[in-house]
Protein backbone atom coordinates (compact mmCIF):
# COMPACT_ATOMS: atom_id res chain seq x y z
CA UNK A 1 0.00 0.00 0.00
CA UNK A 2 1.08 3.43 -0.14
CA UNK A 3 1.53 5.39 3.00
CA UNK A 4 2.82 8.75 4.82
CA UNK A 5 4.12 8.75 8.10
CA UNK A 6 4.63 12.52 10.13
CA UNK A 7 4.21 13.32 13.47
CA UNK A 8 0.24 14.39 14.51
CA UNK A 9 1.71 17.47 16.52
CA UNK A 10 4.88 19.05 17.64
CA UNK A 11 5.81 22.27 20.26
CA UNK A 12 8.85 24.30 19.80
CA UNK A 13 9.56 27.44 21.67
CA UNK A 14 9.87 31.03 19.56
CA UNK A 15 13.48 31.49 18.23
CA UNK A 16 14.19 27.84 18.19
CA UNK A 17 14.69 25.29 15.25
CA UNK A 18 12.18 22.41 14.61
CA UNK A 19 12.38 19.43 12.83
CA UNK A 20 9.31 17.70 11.21
CA UNK A 21 9.81 14.28 9.70
CA UNK A 22 8.16 12.67 7.28
CA UNK A 23 8.52 8.92 6.15
CA UNK A 24 7.04 7.00 3.02
CA UNK A 25 5.91 4.15 1.27
CA UNK A 26 4.73 4.90 -2.07
CA UNK A 27 4.85 3.32 -5.45
CA UNK A 28 7.67 4.54 -6.92
CA UNK A 29 8.77 8.22 -6.26
CA UNK A 30 8.27 11.27 -8.60
CA UNK A 31 8.84 13.90 -6.15
CA UNK A 32 8.13 15.03 -2.23
CA UNK A 33 6.44 18.32 -1.52
CA UNK A 34 6.10 20.72 1.55
CA UNK A 35 2.80 22.70 2.45
CA UNK A 36 2.39 25.01 5.10
CA UNK A 37 -1.62 25.45 6.27
CA UNK A 38 -2.83 27.63 8.72
CA UNK A 39 -5.67 26.90 10.04
CA UNK A 40 -8.97 27.07 8.01
CA UNK A 41 -7.26 28.36 5.71
CA UNK A 42 -5.29 27.01 2.33
CA UNK A 43 -2.44 25.09 1.88
CA UNK A 44 0.24 26.98 0.45
CA UNK A 45 3.33 25.45 -0.99
CA UNK A 46 6.62 25.60 0.39
CA UNK A 47 9.02 23.16 -0.74
CA UNK A 48 9.51 21.01 -3.57
CA UNK A 49 12.46 17.35 -3.51
CA UNK A 50 12.71 15.33 -5.75
CA UNK A 51 16.78 14.61 -6.07
CA UNK A 52 18.89 13.71 -2.21
CA UNK A 53 20.20 16.42 -0.13
CA UNK A 54 19.30 19.60 1.22
CA UNK A 55 17.14 22.20 -0.49
CA UNK A 56 17.51 25.81 1.63
CA UNK A 57 14.77 28.99 1.17
CA UNK A 58 15.53 31.08 3.39
CA UNK A 59 14.62 29.75 7.06
CA UNK A 60 12.94 26.48 5.28
CA UNK A 61 14.49 24.32 4.20
CA UNK A 62 14.05 20.44 3.19
CA UNK A 63 16.18 17.30 2.88
CA UNK A 64 14.97 14.16 1.43
CA UNK A 65 16.52 10.66 1.42
CA UNK A 66 15.23 8.76 -1.70
CA UNK A 67 16.87 4.99 -0.11
CA UNK A 68 15.43 5.94 3.08
CA UNK A 69 12.33 6.53 2.05
CA UNK A 70 12.40 9.98 4.51
CA UNK A 71 12.28 13.50 4.40
CA UNK A 72 12.44 16.59 6.43
CA UNK A 73 11.30 19.72 6.73
CA UNK A 74 13.74 21.73 9.27
CA UNK A 75 12.45 25.69 10.34
CA UNK A 76 15.26 27.80 12.03
CA UNK A 77 14.06 31.33 13.88
CA UNK A 78 10.93 30.09 14.92
CA UNK A 79 8.04 33.33 14.77
CA UNK A 80 4.32 32.45 16.18
CA UNK A 81 3.57 33.08 12.68
CA UNK A 82 4.83 29.55 11.51
CA UNK A 83 2.29 27.93 13.75
CA UNK A 84 0.54 26.11 11.54
CA UNK A 85 -0.20 22.36 10.10
CA UNK A 86 2.66 21.40 7.69
CA UNK A 87 1.59 18.71 5.03
CA UNK A 88 4.01 15.89 3.63
CA UNK A 89 3.01 14.98 0.03
CA UNK A 90 4.68 12.54 -2.72
CA UNK A 91 3.90 11.99 -5.77
CA UNK A 92 4.09 8.59 -7.25
CA UNK A 93 5.35 7.47 -10.66
CA UNK A 94 2.40 5.39 -11.08
CA UNK A 95 -0.27 7.63 -11.57
CA UNK A 96 1.50 10.95 -11.09
CA UNK A 97 -0.97 11.96 -8.11
CA UNK A 98 -0.11 13.37 -4.92
CA UNK A 99 -0.61 11.36 -1.77
CA UNK A 100 -1.01 13.53 0.93
CA UNK A 101 0.40 12.93 4.76
CA UNK A 102 -2.44 13.83 7.10
CA UNK A 103 0.24 16.64 8.70
CA UNK A 104 2.14 18.10 11.46
CA UNK A 105 0.30 20.41 13.64
CA UNK A 106 3.05 22.96 15.15
CA UNK A 107 2.75 24.96 18.18
CA UNK A 108 5.04 27.81 19.13
CA UNK A 109 5.06 29.06 22.51
CA UNK A 110 6.85 32.15 23.59
CA UNK B 1 -2.92 35.11 -3.05
CA UNK B 2 -2.11 31.89 -5.45
CA UNK B 3 -4.65 33.43 -8.12
CA UNK B 4 -7.26 30.52 -7.61
CA UNK B 5 -10.15 31.73 -6.59
CA UNK B 6 -13.51 29.42 -5.67
CA UNK B 7 -17.17 30.69 -5.03
CA UNK B 8 -18.89 31.33 -2.47
CA UNK B 9 -16.96 31.31 0.39
CA UNK B 10 -19.00 29.95 2.69
CA UNK B 11 -22.22 27.79 2.26
CA UNK B 12 -25.17 26.72 4.67
CA UNK B 13 -27.93 24.47 3.95
CA UNK B 14 -29.78 21.50 5.17
CA UNK B 15 -29.69 18.09 4.67
CA UNK B 16 -31.08 16.53 1.06
CA UNK B 17 -30.28 19.93 -0.43
CA UNK B 18 -28.06 20.39 -4.03
CA UNK B 19 -24.96 22.48 -3.98
CA UNK B 20 -22.63 23.58 -6.56
CA UNK B 21 -18.99 24.64 -5.64
CA UNK B 22 -17.02 26.60 -8.30
CA UNK B 23 -13.73 27.23 -8.93
CA UNK B 24 -11.18 29.46 -11.35
CA UNK B 25 -7.61 28.17 -11.81
CA UNK B 26 -4.30 30.67 -12.18
CA UNK B 27 -4.13 31.74 -15.77
CA UNK B 28 -2.41 29.07 -18.04
CA UNK B 29 -3.09 26.00 -15.52
CA UNK B 30 -4.85 23.36 -17.26
CA UNK B 31 -5.32 20.95 -13.88
CA UNK B 32 -8.14 21.41 -11.93
CA UNK B 33 -8.28 19.18 -8.48
CA UNK B 34 -10.61 19.46 -5.69
CA UNK B 35 -10.30 18.05 -1.76
CA UNK B 36 -12.37 17.42 1.18
CA UNK B 37 -10.78 18.62 4.42
CA UNK B 38 -13.32 17.92 7.61
CA UNK B 39 -12.71 19.45 11.00
CA UNK B 40 -8.86 18.44 12.02
CA UNK B 41 -8.71 16.08 9.40
CA UNK B 42 -6.03 15.49 6.19
CA UNK B 43 -6.82 16.42 2.82
CA UNK B 44 -9.14 14.16 0.84
CA UNK B 45 -8.47 14.47 -2.81
CA UNK B 46 -11.65 13.87 -4.52
CA UNK B 47 -11.25 14.34 -8.49
CA UNK B 48 -8.57 15.59 -11.07
CA UNK B 49 -9.51 17.37 -14.37
CA UNK B 50 -7.10 18.57 -17.46
CA UNK B 51 -7.82 20.12 -20.27
CA UNK B 52 -11.58 19.51 -19.98
CA UNK B 53 -11.20 15.99 -19.17
CA UNK B 54 -11.66 13.15 -15.83
CA UNK B 55 -7.93 12.36 -15.42
CA UNK B 56 -7.83 10.73 -11.85
CA UNK B 57 -10.19 9.97 -9.21
CA UNK B 58 -9.96 9.31 -5.28
CA UNK B 59 -12.40 8.71 -2.64
CA UNK B 60 -15.49 11.01 -4.38
CA UNK B 61 -18.64 9.73 -3.51
CA UNK B 62 -21.58 8.71 -6.30
CA UNK B 63 -23.73 12.07 -4.45
CA UNK B 64 -21.02 14.07 -5.68
CA UNK B 65 -19.96 15.35 -8.89
CA UNK B 66 -17.72 17.27 -10.69
CA UNK B 67 -16.30 19.18 -14.37
CA UNK B 68 -14.22 20.99 -16.35
CA UNK B 69 -15.34 23.78 -18.37
CA UNK B 70 -14.03 24.92 -21.88
CA UNK B 71 -12.97 27.93 -20.61
CA UNK B 72 -11.12 25.93 -17.87
CA UNK B 73 -13.50 26.74 -15.05
CA UNK B 74 -14.46 23.53 -12.80
CA UNK B 75 -17.86 22.73 -10.86
CA UNK B 76 -18.30 20.36 -7.80
CA UNK B 77 -21.76 19.13 -7.58
CA UNK B 78 -23.10 17.69 -3.98
CA UNK B 79 -26.36 16.34 -3.65
CA UNK B 80 -28.54 14.63 -1.27
CA UNK B 81 -26.42 16.21 1.57
CA UNK B 82 -25.28 15.01 4.92
CA UNK B 83 -24.52 16.27 7.73
CA UNK B 84 -21.12 14.62 7.47
CA UNK B 85 -20.59 16.69 4.25
CA UNK B 86 -19.64 19.30 6.35
CA UNK B 87 -16.36 20.20 5.19
CA UNK B 88 -13.59 22.82 3.55
CA UNK B 89 -13.45 22.23 0.03
CA UNK B 90 -10.35 23.06 -1.78
CA UNK B 91 -9.59 23.46 -5.35
CA UNK B 92 -6.19 23.52 -6.61
CA UNK B 93 -4.93 23.75 -10.25
CA UNK B 94 -1.33 23.41 -11.51
CA UNK B 95 0.44 23.78 -14.91
CA UNK B 96 -0.01 20.16 -16.61
CA UNK B 97 -1.19 17.62 -15.42
CA UNK B 98 1.12 15.54 -12.59
CA UNK B 99 3.57 15.60 -15.31
CA UNK B 100 7.23 16.87 -15.03
CA UNK B 101 7.39 15.71 -11.23
CA UNK B 102 7.46 19.43 -10.34
CA UNK B 103 4.10 20.27 -11.53
CA UNK B 104 3.08 22.44 -8.42
CA UNK B 105 -0.65 22.70 -7.02
CA UNK B 106 -1.20 25.89 -6.21
CA UNK B 107 -4.56 26.40 -3.75
CA UNK B 108 -8.21 28.17 -3.56
CA UNK B 109 -8.82 30.01 -0.34
CA UNK B 110 -11.81 26.98 0.22
CA UNK B 111 -15.58 26.92 0.39
CA UNK B 112 -16.56 26.32 4.30
CA UNK B 113 -19.64 24.26 3.60
CA UNK B 114 -21.64 23.81 6.94
CA UNK B 115 -24.62 20.96 6.37
CA UNK B 116 -27.48 21.44 8.99
Known amino acids: GQNIDQPTEMTATEGAIVQINCTYQTSGFNGLFWYQQHAGEAPTFLSY??LDGLEEKGRFSSFLSRSKGYSYLLLKELQMKDSASYLCAVRSDSNYQLIWGAGTKLIIKP | DSGVTQTPKHLITATGQRVTLRCSPR?????VYWYQQSLDQGLQFLIQYYNGEERAKGNILERFSAQQFPDLHSELNLSSLELGDSALYFC???????????????FGPGTRLTVL
Open chain 1, 49 to 50: NV
Open chain 2, 92 to 106: ASSVEEGRPSTDTQY
Open chain 2, 27 to 31: SGDLS
